[in-house]
């Protein structure tokens, strides 16, 4: 089945194209994650056939939970000052 992006999703891939993009449900609140073809192939292999994505939702969320407020992003947030 192929679903055919919106205009919001166009738009965020395009602003960090090499991340996924964490969407949510607003009726169900259900969190997914969408990712490039050849970045999914590149995962795919490293989880083997045995491997069912719904094994790994527990790790995704809490990997995205501190999102920008993650230790560390501080950093981030300052790195032009801080590069030279």
Same mark, same amino acid.
């Given at each position: 089945?192929?679903?055919?992006?919106?205009?919001?999703?166009?738009?965020?891939?395009?602003?960090?194209?090499?991340f996924?993009?964490?969407?949510v449900?607003? &009726?169900?609140?259900?969190?997914?994650?969408?990712?490039?073809? #050849?970045? =999914? %192939?590149?995962?795919?292999?490293?989880?083997?056939?045995?491997?069912?994505?719904s094994?790994?939702?527990?790790?995704?969320?809490?990997a995205?939970? &501190?999102?920008?407020?993650?230790?560390?992003?501080?950093?981030? #947030?300052? =790195? %032009?000052?801080?590069?030279?």
């Amino acid at each position: 089945m192929t679903v055919t992006l919106t205009r919001e999703q166009r738009e965020a891939i395009a602003a960090h194209p090499d991340f996924p993009l964490e969407l949510v449900d607003p &009726e169900t609140n259900r969190r997914y994650v969408l990712v490039s073809a #050849d970045m =999914y %192939e590149r995962l795919k292999g490293l989880l083997g056939e045995g491997f069912h994505a719904s094994e790994v939702y527990a790790a995704v969320d809490r990997a995205f939970a &501190e999102g920008w407020n993650a230790q560390g992003m501080d950093d981030y #947030d300052h =790195y %032009e000052e801080r590069r030279q």
